[in-house]
């Protein structure tokens, strides 16, 4: 069991502690849960009866608490950040190489690294090139020519496809496809014409991937997730998009092809965005928007059409009032009638 002293934890999380800094934590938890061996944390003072009656050995609060609190704590100026931080320090594992189950099946011509977990019903293509601490779960399919660098993680039933490459340290989840065709066809007299996708997909490092999130290669060159970028499950990424560095892209978020997508970009759950637009960076699209046009960098849209979030509101609040308004006509309608009846 892994233990870490209260100052110990402060140092990474460039907090400030107050009471025993010596305090040892074996884990973290919510207020609810935590025992005394425990840290937790409150996010803002609407926590405050949660903390009072928290069993928590020691406690992550912000700057600016108010109450007096007896037990050891380490005070941030984000919290939620710091509860991220802390929560990856316990929840980390040291990665041990199992080497190549003798059920998996490897292809010609590929470059295994000897510290690798290969778990059983893995399938690698041809001249596949596999990093130091890479993991491939069970039911992993990968195709001739992909390379995964250094300590990646496909978990069971991912499948890559021909070609396409996956950088350090990245985390593709349950049953995501990377690398299939794109949805492009032209008509033709006798129907549907269907365009090859002759291009790639790169997935750039510290990159994660959502479960049953797809992700298509390009007509020609490459689609790009640009490093850091973080993909929730059951997104749809079309050809040729091009996603920027550390952005965000919630559920079911669907992108056109040949889109551009900035950096620091936050996109909401549910967001259609049509294809051969620019989204500026750290732009912001609030959850169930359709976007027509491309996106200033830095600005916020809501709603379908995607417009400015302020002018989103007050639309929608003007909306809201339009059953009464319509009430108000009728009932302006019947005294006028009664007015031009008198005059008849």
């Known amino acids: ?77 984000d919290v939620y950040l710091a509860f991220a931080r802390i929560a990856t320090v316990f929840a980390s594992r040291p990665f041990k190489a199992k080497g190549v189950h003798p059920n998996a099946v490897i292809g010609y011509g590929c470059s295994v690294d000897a510290n690798v977990t290969i778990m059983a019903g893995v399938v690698l293509g041809d001249n596949v090139t596999i990093g130091p601490e890479v993991t491939l779960h069970s039911g992993v399919v990968i195709g001739n020519d992909v390379f995964i660098a250094e300590g990646s993680e496909l978990f069971p039933n991912v499948v890559v496809y021909d070609g396409c490459k996956i950088g350090r340290k990245v985390r593709i989840h349950a049953g995501a496809i990377i690398g299939s065709d794109g949805f492009g066809y032209a008509q033709g007299p006798e129907g549907h014409v269907k365009i090859p996708h002759m291009g790639t997909v790169e997935i750039e490092d510290y990159v994660e991937i959502g479960a049953n999130t797809t992700i298509d290669r390009a007509v020609f060159g490459k689609t790009i997730i640009g490093q850091g970028t973080k993909i929730d499950n059951l997104v749809m990424i079309a050809h040729n998009v091009h996603v920027g560095s550390h952005s965000i892209i919630v559920s079911q978020v669907g992108i056109s092809g040949s889109t551009n997508i900035g950096s620091g970009v936050m996109i909401g759950g549910q967001v259609g965005i049509v294809g051969h637009i620019d989204i500026g960076d750290k732009a912001r699209i609030g959850a169930k928007s359709g976007v027509a046009q491309s996106i200033a960098a830095g600005q916020t849209v809501s709603g379908i059409p995607a417009i400015p979030h302020r002018k989103w509101l007050r639309l929608v609040h003007a909306l809201m009032k339009v059953p009464e308004m319509l009430k108000d006509i009728r009932e302006i309608k019947k005294r006028l009638e009664k007015l031009n009846h008198g005059k008849g």
């Open 1 to 77: 069991m892994s233990r870490y002293s209260l100052n110990n934890l402060a140092e990474i999380v460039s907090g400030r502690v107050e009471g025993d800094g010596e305090f040892q934590v074996e884990g973290i938890s919510s207020l609810e849960s935590a025992r005394e061996n425990e840290i937790s944390f409150a996010v803002s003072t609407k926590s405050a009866e949660s903390v009072a009656s928290s069993q928590a050995g020691a406690l992550i609060l912000p700057e600016s608490w108010p109450f007096e609190e007896n037990r050891p704590r380490i005070l941030v100026k």
